[in-house]
T-cell receptor, first 113, second 113 residues
Framework: DTGVSQDPRHKITKRGQNVTFRCDPISEHNRLYWYRQTLGQGPEFLTYFQNEAQLEKSRLLSDRFSAERPKGSFSTLEIQRTEQGDSAMYLC???????????FGSGTQLSVL | LAKTTQPISMDSYEGQEVNITCSHN???????ITWYQQFPSQGPRFIIQ???TKVTNEVASLFIPADRKSSTLSLPRVSLSDTAVYYCLVGRGMNSGYSTLTFGKGTMLLVSP
C-alpha cells in the first residue's frame, strides 16, 4: 500500500491559465474522489468516480473544471481559465467499493495570482 | 446528506482524555458515522467509523447512542501530536449506491503541555 499520490504538491499560476493535477489512487481502490479545501474550511466534495465512470459532480464544479479517469486508475483534474477564487488545496482520495473509509493524498496547493 | 454540528475548537492537556461530540439529527437509517483527523498541509486521515453503540480501535473510541442523533469521539491520553482538526462525517453505508461524504468545518483540538 503506497498510499494516494498527488502531483504536483504546489502549483502557482497566473489568472487565465489552465492547470492540470494528477492523482494516483491506491491500486486496488476502484473509487476515486476529488475535494477542494480552502483555509479554515473542511474539504468540499467536487466529483467522484467508480472505475472510469464519473458518477457524481458537485454543483461547485463549474464548466471550467473537468476530471477524467480514463482507465479506471489515475485521474486528472483540469481547471481552465483559472480565477483567483480557484486558489485552494485540491485533495484526491480513494476507497474500495462498499467501504466508506477514504484514503487521502497530501493534496495540490494551487495559488492563482 | 445529514448535516453535522461540532464545536469549533477544544483545548486539552497532555495525558487527558478528550471527547468531541458531533450532532447529526437528520441521520438516515443506512448512514455510517466516520471521523477523520487532519494536520496542516496534509489530507484528512481516517480515524474510526461506526454505525451504532461503541466502536474501539487502537487510537480512539466512538460512542453512538441508540437514537444515533449524535456521536462522541473519545481520544484517550492525548499527546501534543494529537493537535489537529477532527471532522465528523455522516454518509451512506456499505453496499449502497455511490456516496459522497460531506465535511463540515471540524473541531480544532489544541493539546498543550
Amino acid at each position: 500500500d503506497t498510499g494516494v499520490s498527488q502531483d504536483p504538491r504546489h502549483k502557482i499560476t497566473k489568472r487565465g491559465q489552465n492547470v492540470t493535477f494528477r492523482c494516483d489512487p491506491i491500486s486496488e481502490h476502484n473509487r476515486l474522489y476529488w475535494y477542494r479545501q480552502t483555509l479554515g474550511q473542511g474539504p468540499e466534495f467536487l466529483t467522484y468516480f467508480q472505475n472510469e465512470a464519473q458518477l457524481e459532480k458537485s454543483r461547485l464544479l463549474s464548466d471550467r473544471f473537468s476530471a477524467e479517469r480514463p482507465k479506471g486508475s489515475f485521474s486528472t483534474l483540469e481547471i481552465q481559465r483559472t480565477e483567483q477564487g480557484d486558489s485552494a488545496m485540491y485533495l484526491c482520495a480513494s476507497s474500495r467499493q462498499g467501504k466508506e473509509k477514504l484514503f487521502f493524498g497530501s493534496g495540490t496547493q494551487l495559488s492563482v495570482l | 446528506l445529514a448535516k453535522t454540528t461540532q464545536p469549533i475548537s477544544m483545548d486539552s492537556y497532555e495525558g487527558q482524555e478528550v471527547n468531541i461530540t458531533c450532532s447529526h439529527n437528520n441521520i438516515a437509517t443506512n448512514d455510517y458515522i466516520t471521523w477523520y483527523q487532519q494536520f496542516p498541509s496534509q489530507g484528512p486521515r481516517f480515524i474510526i467509523q461506526g454505525y451504532k453503540t461503541k466502536v474501539t480501535n487502537e487510537v480512539a473510541s466512538l460512542f453512538i447512542p441508540a437514537d444515533r442523533k449524535s456521536s462522541t469521539l473519545s481520544l484517550p491520553r492525548v499527546s501534543l501530536s494529537d493537535t489537529a482538526v477532527y471532522y465528523c462525517l455522516v454518509g451512506r453505508g456499505m453496499n449502497s449506491g455511490y456516496s459522497t461524504l460531506t465535511f463540515g468545518k471540524g473541531t480544532m483540538l489544541l493539546v498543550s503541555p
